[in-house]
């Protein structure tokens, strides 16, 4: 029977694409001669690369022209197969989506999203799954509401400008045309499980990753808190305690509230759910080896990030099949890669101790990484 290895990583930002790492380590595996099957599943967290990752696993690409951050058109994408739909945050109101050094965050919104959100429920989606990762937006979420039909306005009636900024003027919600989703299951994707407020909320973790100087998290505190308790009052909170303070509410700049309290949406961590609709499983059937990695494994990994999802699902196998990891950096402990499920990780900062021409040149020592694999395991 042919071995198998599957090679499952995520992107090495700024580097190189999911795909192209999968590519790049079947390379160097056949180097160093490994002749047998190597089968790439690209896998993201829910961050950028989500949708990527979704066709990747055979879902059709559906783009569109929605409002992107600051308003402007931007072309998007999501992902759709048999009712299911991929979508991406980062797509509509990602912080790629801005010039360098033109941040935005008080009026960065994540209407652009419940665009996308629409356009998959009009192709027939019954299912979404809403990757949350990367946003340049503080909103709460309210831009998404807004598309679905929602009026958020100030005490004279006036509508609201987009973005957080302006969230402490709320003075009503009008959700009288906000449109009933109640047919669609929303999945939260996601490995964030901040909640919408206080000292480990969006505003003050995240606000300043997005350009918010300190008076501006205080500013989108203020409004965040409006907004909260506003919409719900609006839509009531469910048994056992108020959305916002619900892990993950604080994703994205709050969009977690939204998506948990207006869509009904449930949090599942981001790497499970994509490794789910790629039929990550099955893939394992017969393999030798699993190859995952991403840019650099630290101690964000262990908290939930791709490589330490594919160790986990690797080890919960039937049997179990070995995981080592491909790297940019990494700044774990032997102890800590095993804890996780990671055998070794092979780093680019090995071969190649200059951190630019390491990121310029990742494609070519990537496959020298992947010969030392396939000499050390599969030999």
Known sequence: MTERVVVASDKFKGSLAASEVAARVAAGLAHGGFSGEVVGVPVADGGDGTVDAAVAAGYRRVALGVRGPVGKPVTASFALRDQTAVIEAAQACGLALLP???LAPLT???RGVGELILAAVRMGAKRVVLGVGGSATTDGGAGLVQA???RLVDGSGYELPPGGGTLARLGKLDLSRLRDLSGVEFLLASDVDNPLL??????AVYGPQKGASPDDVKTLEAGLERWADLAEDAVGSPAGGRVRDAPGAGAAGGLGF?????LGARMRPGIELLLELASFGARLDGARLVITGEGSLDEQTLRGKAPAGVARAAAAHEPPVPVVAVAGRSTLTA???SASGIAAAYTLTEIEPDADRSMTEAGPLVERLAERIAADWLR
Request: aromatic residues 4%; proline residues 9%; without cysteine.
């Open 100 to 102: 360098p050094g033109e």
């Open 335 to 337: 102890d800590q890669l």
């Open 258 to 262: 939204a998506a948990l309290l207006f």
């Open 198 to 203: 206080g000292p480990n909320g969006a505003a």
């Open 108 to 110: 960065a919104t994540t």
């Open 148 to 150: 679905l039909g929602a």
